[in-house]
T-cell receptor
Framework: DSGVTQTPKHLITATGQRVTLRCSPR?????VYWYQQSLDQGLQFLIQ???????AKGNILERFSAQQFPDLHSELNLSSLELGDSALYFC???????????FGPGTRLTVL | AQSVAQPEDQVNVAEGNPLTVKCTYS??????LFWYVQYPNRGLQFLLK??????LVKGSYGFEAEFNKSQTSFHLKKPSALVSDSALYFC???????????FGKGTTLSVSS
């Protein structure tokens, strides 16, 4: 158990809908990262937040957004969902510096 | 741009034999390298990292990795494989900004009894 929690574990929804994925980082970790894992794209970095502020962006679509709250939990919002958004979404956290990231169990999103 | 390559989609090894999962990298500046393992329907578990120092890095569950700067490689090794080591293994490098991890496509390790 990495100490990073994600809810829900599974999410099934329809095209055009909007969903919110939630992540709670390890105690004391200020950085939260979101990754998408799909069969065709592999593991891709989406976005990073540090202590409530956006720090870095990766291959994140404009339909997707995230935020980090004062209690350091983070939410990833996915809107106007398409079939191709079906994937496993991971949250990770880390302390300062170039340390390793600790991953949550992921949320499996299925768009029908 | 930083990148990693895992040249093998699958590695098969018999239980008790040594295993190697290959990784090569391309970075600007000093590499910060990581290995993660993913079991079915689970998140990624951190195994080990190379930041600086000794070229042989020891990690969790008996795994180790050898950093080779001249060959730009960071191969994962274990002296004696277990059936329970069967999983998907990812090599990763920290990006230039020191934020995201850039992952290889992964190598499936299959250990037979």
């Amino acid at each position: 158990d990495s100490g990073v929690t994600q809810t829900p574990k599974h999410l099934i929804t329809a095209t055009g809908q909007r969903v919110t994925l939630r992540c709670s980082p390890r105690s004391g970790d200020l950085s939260v990262y979101w990754y998408q894992q799909s069969l065709d794209q592999g593991l891709q970095f989406l976005i990073q937040y540090y202590n409530g502020e956006e720090r870095a962006k990766g291959n994140i679509l404009e339909r997707f957004s995230a935020q980090q709250f004062p209690d350091l939990h983070s939410e990833l919002n996915l809107s106007s969902l398409e079939l191709g958004d079906s994937a496993l979404y991971f949250c990770a956290s880390s302390p300062l510096g170039y340390s390793e990231q600790f991953f949550g169990p992921g949320t499996r999103l299925t768009v029908l | 741009a930083q990148s990693v390559a895992q040249p093998e989609d699958q590695v098969n090894v018999a239980e008790g034999n040594p295993l190697t999962v290959k990784c090569t990298y391309s970075v600007s500046g000093n590499p910060y390298l990581f290995w993660y393992v993913q079991y079915p329907n689970r998140g990624l578990q951190f195994l080990l990292k190379y930041i600086t120092g000794d070229n042989l890095v020891k990690g969790s569950y008996g795994f180790e990795a050898e950093f080779n700067k001249s060959q730009t490689s960071f191969h994962l090794k274990k002296p004696s494989a277990l059936v329970s080591d069967s999983a998907l293994y990812f090599c990763a490098v920290r990006d230039q900004a020191g934020t995201a991890l850039i992952f290889g496509k992964g190598t499936t390790l299959s250990v037979s009894s």
